[in-house]
C-alpha cells in the first residue's frame, strides 16, 4: 500500500492507497505529525505509523485497515525502525538521550537503551542484529547489539561533521552519515571512518543518503537547493 500523511495542518487522517490505481481503500486517525509506516511480514501483518509528538505517537493498524492500538511515547521519537522479523519497532526519543524498543506481540515499550546524547537518525543492518543511533550532540554514533540489547561502541566524526541530518545502512554492508559538506562512510564492523575525510560536497542534506541497490551510488536532496545542485549522486564504488 502507499501512505499520505497529514500535510501539517492539524489533520490526524492517513490515507492508505491501492498502488496500482492510487485509490484510496482506507483512511485511519494518527498522529498530525505522522512521518513512517512499517509493515510485518507474514501474519497478521500489523502496520505502524510513526509520529514525532507525544500523543498518539505510534498507531497500529490491523490488516484490516483499522485502528488496533495507540502507543503514546511521553517524548515523542525523531526517527524509527522495525527489524527484519517484524518482533520489534525500535523508536528514537526526543530530547533525552534513549533508544525505546517496542514489543510487537504486546504493543509496548519493552526495553529502553540510553545513548550518550539526544538521538537524530537510526538505522539497523540487513538481519536486524545490530541498531546505530546518530546524535547531533557530539556529532557520534552509538551502536547497540539486539541479541544482548547492549551499547558495543561509539563513533565521534570529525570537526567537520556539523549540521548532521540522516544515518543509513547500505546494500554494500556500510554505514553513511550525512552532514553539512560531506557524507562520513563508516564500516559497522570496526566503527571506523573508511574515508578519513569523507565524501566531500558543497549543499546541505534534506535528509538521509538512499543507497541503490547495488550499493555503488548515494543520492541525496540539497535542503538549500538555491545553493548549488538540487540532487547529489555519489560514486560509492571507489
Known sequence: NLLVFPPGDGSRTVSILQPETLNTVATVQAATDSYAAFIQPGAPGKMYIVGRSSSNTV??????NLVANTINLPNGTTDAAMTADGRRLLVVAQAVPQ?????????AVTLTLPLPAPGLSLALNFDSTRAFVLSQQGAVVTAFDLTTFQ???TLSLPSEATLLSGLSFGPNGLLYASTVNRIWEIDPRTLQLTKPLGLPFT???GGRPLITADGTRAVMTNATATQGSSVFVFDLSG
Open 203 to 205: 549543499g546541505n542534506p
Open 59 to 64: 498507531t497500529v493498524v490491523s490488516a484490516a
Open 99 to 107: 533508544l525505546q524498543i517496542i514489543d510487537t506481540a504486546s504493543d
Open 151 to 153: 551499547q558495543i561502541g
